[in-house]
């Protein structure tokens, strides 16, 4: 916190083991000569917020293992010439907060902590660091590197955690990092990498956490990713990809929550998607899928909550799934499916909410579903059905 000091002088510490907060808060330093922090072994917050620092030295930091918070907020540092970092091993936030615009080609040969170490480096066009096979938390690492148009093809193979790992990064085309097969955790990953077009056919196989992961990438086109069946939660996983015209013939079998999974994909026309069985929760699933013509033969045999699941699907005019026969909760569940004419015979004999069920299904003709005499509210149910001349003789 010696914020009147602009330069430290070329002073040897060689002997210097803890470096801990050393020039934390030194916010007019400019100018970093001293020498021999070879031996030093902790630079947690060595120079946090050194926000007037552009260069920083190439000097060696061979021994160092912890360089948790080390540069961050160095809001003017733009040149990163320090070398020996393939000691360390806590690298939390880092970087996080500067002015790098390339990353050097530096080994972090023993790092197992990377959470947050370059988020928010907005200017970040390039990214050359190497050696992160051995990191194993990646979580919101490059958040909101908001230049960033490639991520490399780096492996990240020992990597379990990579919530947020890459959210908002707004000018992402490319994406070639590999081994991201031991990765549990992808919650909010991707989200909103509005550039990215593709999502290459990488094994997320020992994922369980997608939520959000995919959410708001509306230039995504492709998606060929593989090894979701080990999923549970998919909730907003692919919300408002809404350039998205197919979704793959992936097994989704271990997934257990859908909530607003498909939400806004208004260009979808194909869903082939499987292994949908197990799945509870369907709130608004496919909600404003405007596109989607056909809803396949898909088994929902442990679905409970149908909110607003196909909800505003104005170009349906064919459903086939089976099994909501659990189903309890059928809120607006079809809700302005415009084009649907019939109702197929479906049983939904445990469910208890229809309120707004069928409302404003305008072509409906024809109603063949059974088992609604579990029912208790039915308010707006059929409203706005002006097609169904007749009521069919279904107990209330």
Sequence with gaps: SCTSLTSFPALDLSAGTNFTAAWNQCTSLS?????????????????LNCTSLATFPAIPLTAGTNFTQAWFGCTSLTSFLATGLDSGTNFASAWRNTALATMPAI????????????????????????????????????????????????????????????FGNSLLTSFGATGLDSGTTFNNAWQSCTALATFPAIPLTAGTNFQSAWSGCTSLTSFLATGLDSGTQFSYA?????????????????????????????????????????????????????????????????????????????????????????????????????????MPAIPLTAGLNFTSAWDQCSSLTSFLATGLDSGTNFTFAWRGCTSLATMPAIPL
């Design 31 to 47: 100018s970093f000569l001293a020498t021999g922090l070879d031996s030093g072994t902790n630079f947690t917050y060595a120079w």
């Design 238 to 342: 692919w919300y408002q990809c809404s350039a998205l015209a197919t979704f793959p013939a992936i097994p989704l079998t271990a997934g257990l929550y859908f909530t607003y999974a498909w939400y806004g994909n208004t260009a979808l026309t194909s869903f082939l998607a499987t292994g949908l069985d197990s799945g509870t929760s369907f709130l608004g699933a496919w909600q404003n899928c405007t596109a989607l013509a056909t809803f396949p033969a898909l088994a929902l045999t442990a679905g409970t909550n149908f909110t607003n699941t196909w909800y505003g699907m104005t170009s349906l005019t064919s459903f086939l799934a089976t099994g909501l026969n659990s189903g309890i909760d059928f809120t607006s569940a079809w809700g302005s499916c415009t084009s649907l004419a019939t």
């Design 107 to 166: 080994p972090l040969t023993a790092g197992t902590t990377f959470n947050n170490a370059w988020r928010d480096c907005t200017p970040l066009t390039s990214f050359l660091a190497t050696g992160l096979d051995s990191g194993t938390d990646f979580s919101s690492a490059w958040q909101s590197c908001t230049n960033l148009a490639t991520f490399p093809a780096i492996p990240l193979t020992a990597g379990t955690n990579f919530t947020q790992a890459w």
